[in-house]
């Protein structure tokens, strides 16, 4: 026993901590996960309508820049 805990008890308290800080980190990249999904169907021209002009000009960019490395590929 140290202070009152026996060794048992530290032991239980170590993984809770653990899983806490896993299911945090699987919380982290689900949002990652989702937000990469809407910006990819965002550039496959799916729900668009909810984009504003500045995101649609910020797409076209990328879109043509993303055109212009696979011509220079072929």
């Known amino acids: 026993h140290t202070k009152g805990t026996s060794a048992n008890e530290k032991t239980v308290e170590q993984p809770a901590a653990g899983v ?6 699987a919380t982290a990249l689900k949002h990652k996960i989702d937000a990469i999904e809407a910006y990819q169907r965002k550039l496959s021209g799916e729900g668009l309508g909810s984009c504003s002009a500045h995101e649609l000009q910020e797409l076209e960019l990328q879109l043509e820049k993303s055109l212009s490395c696979i011509r220079q590929k072929k």
């Open 20 to 25: 806490q800080m896993c299911r945090s980190e």
